[in-house]
Every structure is written in structure tokens, then in C-alpha cells.
């Protein structure tokens, strides 16, 4: 079977689980991607059909992931946490169906925008990446502080980088010492699933039970579904008023180029920076979502190929993330033999493209048409707590497949520290995430742990 031809059949895959997944609120993306990709790698598909398979995984889980969001107020991932303000102000004027069409909109035209700049930022960068190696641990450090300070948590996230940094390198001199290596996936699979485990810790606690417990069943309101459109394509650029393509398309591309920065940081900051500036409670929500769901588009898409192609290492969040098999899936891939190594710019360029196509052209009119009925499909036949606990098995499988039993330790701890924190405290997974990244050098440097 031709390359072209498999990798079309693995993007139709992707698509079609991932716009499924996406439906699913709380369908984390590290907890999701990875196991799927990994699949896909360790069943020994070629280089170019894993990337196209990667990239219309992430394009239709970010389309689709607005449904639940939008319509119930159930942010659909943690990349949809900083939404939910706006998509509750456009709830509230019954127009749900409006938020949703406007954010998937913006998050095509993202997409597509984000693709192509990304591809040449990384050829640009290629040509530093001597430098970027070497300074690996400063530019994520400056990153993480600056994230911090702008998150919900603000200074108590700041203060407790340097303490939640020594309990991650801690946690993995331990391991290290029965395993005789240090773990990566299992770390942000305990950050990813931290605010979810720890709803579970509460419900445990005597004391704090009060504070998850329902009486009754929420009720969920829908407006009904308007079709403004003819055809089953709608086209995304008619969806959108003028102003709201110019701010996305400016938004994306200066997001394209922040790779070391965390995909919820920038989400958040672009919406804070765009909704700030705009007068009218109708045109504010709309825009900013618009904008905040392209965001989420191009800062997954351009983390993920700009170290990718140009370093061949993971130099970001997204990459330490959701596309950690990429550079390093034991014994196919490694941070020396992967797809950097594998594949040319063309390459990742015509395989990138048929991946974003094929996803779109699934998720896109999927969710224009149908999201209302798939939204009550789910909310009425699939049990919340089924779906917790098939996440909860995929995280234990694959920290188990790195780590035996020492890997399923070092994930429940990190969720149930980082989940507290990020409950009680607001430090977000975002900031946890960045702190994760920048802790080896901090700690190396500030009291030569590891050094």
C-alpha cells in the first residue's frame, strides 16, 4: 500500500475517533493522544502516515471539543476552561449554537493559517537549533515564571514553582533509583488528570464530601439547532464577521511563533488581550471565542511541528504533551531517530496538509450539523463515570508501559498533589505543565540537583 493511500486511511482514523473523543467532556488530550499514537507507532505504521494520523487527531478533537462547551457549559478539555466565561454570556442570551459555530470557525481558520507558518518559523529556526539545545532550560524557565504571574493563581503560582519543581525532580530521583532512568509520561499524565482526580480525593474525604456532593440532577437547557446554511460544507470564512478573521488570523499567527509557551497560558492571555478591547457584550463574546478556539488550533499545531521539524527534540509543551510520542516511543522512536530525522520539510508539509484536511472535513460539518443531537446522545446514553473510568485505565496503562508499578505511583501522587493545588490554590495544569518542563534546570541550577 502506497504512503499517499495510508496516510489518507490513518488521517480518516484520526478524524473519525477524535471527533468522536472530542464530544466527551473532560477528553483530556495527553490522555487521549498519547495511548492512540502511541498504538499507531508501536503497530508499525510509516513515519509520514503517524504525522498525518497526529494532525487530524488534533484538529478534530479541537473542533469538536466546543460542543460540550459550548452548548452545556462542560468545558470539553482543559483547553476549553478559559471559554467557558464567554460561551455561559452567550448561553444566558440563548444563542449557544452561535458560540459554537463561531468558535469552530475560528478554530478552522487557525488551523490552516497556524500550519504554514509554523512550517517556516522551524525552517528559519533550524539554523539555531544549536542554540535553542543549548538554552533549552532558561527559555522555558523565563516562560513558566511569566505564565505563572498571568495565571488565576498569579503569585502563589509563582512562589510555588521552586517547591512543586523539587517535588517533581524528587519524585523522579526515585524513580531513577529503582528503575535506573527517569520517567516523563507519567508525570504530565498525573498533571493532566490532577483537577479530575482530584474531585475523586474529595468525594473520598469525610470533611470535604460536602462540597461535591448533589442532591439532584443537573438540568441542562439546548436551544434548538438553526441551520444557516445550505449543503452539509458550510464555509467557515461566512461564518465570521470581517473584524473577527483579521483578529483570528492575527491572533494565530503571533501564537504560531510562542512554542515554548503552555497552549492554555496563551488561550487565555489572547482572550483576555482581544475581549479587553472590545465594547459590546454580543460582539465581545463571539469574537473572543472566535479568536481563543484558533488559538487553541495554532498553538498545538505549531508546538508540535515547529521543534519537531526544526530540533528533532521537545522543546514545548505540547511536545512534552500530547505529542511526546513523536519524538520518543521506545524502541520505534527516540529523541535521536524519530520523524525529525525520518522526514523532510515537504514532507511534513504534504503529509501535515492531508491530516488537517481530512480532519476538518470530518469534524467541521459533523459538528455544524449534528452536534446538538450527538451532545444529548451522549448526556442521555454514555455514563459520565464510565467515561472517568476508562480515562482513568488508559493512564494507568501507559504509566504502567513506562514505568511498571513505580510509574503508576509517580502519576496518582503528581494527580493528587497538582489536582489539589489546582483546586484549591488555582495553579493551574497549565502552570504545573511549565513547571514540570523547567524544573531539571532549576533545580540544577539554584541547588545542583542532578547537576
Request: positive net charge.
Amino acid at each position: 500500500m502506497s504512503l499517499i493511500l495510508t496516510s489518507i486511511l490513518l488521517a480518516i482514523v484520526g478524524g473519525v475517533l477524535f471527533s468522536l473523543i472530542g464530544f466527551v467532556s473532560g477528553s483530556d488530550e495527553t490522555a487521549t493522544m498519547v495511548p492512540f499514537t502511541l498504538l499507531v507507532i508501536l503497530l508499525g505504521a510509516p513515519p509520514v502516515a503517524v504525522f498525518s494520523f497526529f494532525m487530524a487527531a488534533v484538529i478534530s478533537k479541537h473542533l469538536t471539543h466546543a460542543a460540550p462547551t459550548a452548548l452545556l457549559g462542560i468545558p470539553g478539555d482543559t483547553m476549553m476552561v478559559p471559554l467557558l466565561d464567554y460561551t455561559e454570556n452567550l448561553r444566558k442570551l440563548g444563542v449557544p449554537h452561535i458560540a459554537l459555530r463561531k468558535m469552530i470557525s475560528g478554530g478552522v481558520i487557525g488551523a490552516f493559517i497556524a500550519f504554514p507558518v509554523s512550517l517556516l518559523f522551524a525552517q528559519f529556526l533550524g539554523q539555531f537549533a544549536d542554540f535553542f539545545k543549548t538554552y533549552t532550560g532558561v527559555i522555558f524557565a523565563v516562560a513558566t515564571f511569566i505564565i505563572a504571574y498571568f495565571s488565576k493563581g498569579k503569585w502563589v503560582s509563582v512562589f510555588l514553582i521552586i517547591p512543586f519543581g523539587l517535588f517533581i525532580q524528587g519524585l523522579n530521583g526515585v524513580a531513577m533509583s529503582v528503575l535506573h532512568k527517569g520517567l516523563a509520561i507519567s508525570f504530565f499524565l498525573g498533571i493532566a488528570i490532577g483537577p479530575m482526580f482530584s474531585d475523586i480525593l474529595i468525594a473520598l474525604s469525610k470533611s470535604a464530601r460536602k462540597s461535591v456532593v448533589r442532591n439532584e440532577p443537573k438540568d441542562y437547557h439546548l436551544a434548538p439547532e438553526i441551520k444557516s446554511w445550505t449543503g452539509y460544507f458550510p464555509n467557515p470564512l461566512k461564518i465570521l464577521t470581517g473584524l473577527q478573521k483579521g483578529l483570528v488570523a492575527i491572533a494565530t499567527f503571533i501564537t504560531s511563533l510562542t512554542f515554548t509557551f503552555s497552549p492554555t497560558g496563551m488561550t487565555a492571555l489572547m482572550g483576555e488581550l482581544i475581549g479587553s478591547r472590545l465594547k459590546g457584550f454580543y460582539k465581545k463574546s463571539t469574537t473572543t471565542l472566535s479568536v481563543m478556539n484558533g488559538v487553541t488550533e495554532s498553538t498545538y499545531i505549531a508546538e508540535t511541528i515547529i521543534p519537531l521539524a526544526a530540533f528533532g527534540i521537545p522543546l514545548s509543551p505540547m511536545a512534552l504533551g500530547p505529542a511526546s510520542p513523536l519524538f520518543n516511543a521506545p524502541p520505534v522512536f527516540s529523541t535521536k531517530h524519530n520523524l525529525h530525522h525520518l522526514m523532510s520539510y515537504w514532507d511534513f508539509f504534504i503529509y501535515g496538509a492531508i491530516g488537517l484536511i481530512i480532519g476538518a472535513l470530518i469534524a467541521y460539518p459533523l459538528v455544524m450539523n449534528y452536534a446538538r443531537k450527538a451532545t444529548v446522545f451522549i448526556l442521555k446514553h454514555i455514563s459520565q463515570e464510565a467515561i472517568i473510568g476508562m480515562f482513568v485505565a488508559i493512564v494507568c496503562v501507559i504509566a504502567f508501559y513506562e514505568g511498571g508499578l513505580v510509574g503508576l505511583f509517580v502519576t496518582f501522587t503528581v494527580a493528587s498533589v497538582g489536582g489539589l493545588l489546582n483546586r484549591i490554590l488555582g495553579v493551574s495544569s497549565g502552570v504545573q505543565f511549565m513547571i514540570y518542563y523547567s524544573s531539571s534546570w532549576l533545580m540544577a541550577t539554584l541547588i545542583g540537583l542532578g547537576a
